[in-house]
């Protein structure tokens, strides 16, 4: 089954990224998830200052705003979607990503099969 680990930073670092971990703690989570042959897709997120954000309205027009303006002190800092046999191995995965440490945090979240 596939999930999807959303990595949630809950500091960030002067170049932008996760603070409470480093670059070889990420290349080591990255190298184990491939050659544990669970990577289905994953990506960084670029710096939070590029973000752009759309809104619709109930007239159908269209809002848009640039820059960080995010609901929560967490920021949502890149994403894995692995595929394994059920949720208890998703959170163990989850459990083991450098964005769980500290501050952060990783949700874990079914990806929606509708052709099942």
């Known amino acids: 089954m596939k999930y999807m680990l959303l990595i949630n930073a809950g500091a960030i670092d002067a170049e932008g990224g996760a603070a409470e971990c480093d670059e070889q703690d990420w290349a080591a989570y990255d190298k184990a998830v491939r050659e544990a042959g669970i990577l289905v897709s994953g990506e960084s997120l670029a710096d939070l200052v590029t973000a752009t954000v759309v809104k619709v309205g109930a007239d159908g027009a269209r809002t848009v705003v640039d820059g960080p303006f995010a609901?929560?002190?967490?920021?949502?800092g890149g994403f894995y979607v692995?595929?394994?046999?059920?949720?208890?191995?998703?959170?163990?995965?989850?459990?083991?990503?450098?964005?769980a440490r500290g501050s952060g945090s990783v949700v874990v979240r079914p990806v929606a099969d509708f052709g099942a």
């Open 71 to 76: 609901e929560s002190r967490e920021v949502l």
């Open 82 to 99: 692995i595929d394994v046999p059920d949720l208890d191995a998703a959170l163990e995965w989850a459990a083991r990503c450098p964005g």
